[in-house]
């Protein structure tokens, strides 16, 4: 029902700065809330970032707060993720992904999954 695609990753040094871009199509009006993911070799799944299409509320990992910053177009039904001071332990594929929940930071809660973007830091 719902179609994501990632875009915006590659090879950035330490302290550098990226974009990612996640866009939707189909009935994206059955969902509520899209979330950042991130996984990185060896490690579990791990969340990011979530925003709400309706009233823009915005929710981050520890891990993220104050560099990330997740934000959304309705217009063009794409949310993005603005990623400032890029630390090599933010190496991993990034996933956006939808749930008709208000929030949710779980794996579980969510419904539908993009294909994911890689985002290399260099130290």
């Known amino acids: 029902q719902v179609q994501l695609v990632e875009s915006g990753g590659g090879l950035v040094q330490a302290g550098d700065s990226l974009r990612l871009s996640c866009a939707a199509s189909?009935?994206?009006?059955?969902?509520?809330?899209v979330g950042w993911f991130r996984q990185a070799p060896g490690k579990e799944r791990e969340f990011v970032a979530a925003t709400s299409w309706i009233g823009g509320s915005r929710n981050y990992a520890d891990s993220v707060k104050g560099r990330f910053t997740i934000s959304r177009d309705n217009s063009k039904d794409t949310v993005y993720l603005q990623m400032n001071s890029l630390k090599p332990e933010d190496t991993a594929v990034y996933y956006c992904a939808t749930t008709r929940k208000v929030y949710g930071s779980q794996i579980s809660e969510y419904d539908y999954w993009g294909q994911g973007t890689q985002v290399t830091v260099s130290s």
């Open positions: 189909g009935r994206t009006f059955s969902t509520y809330t």
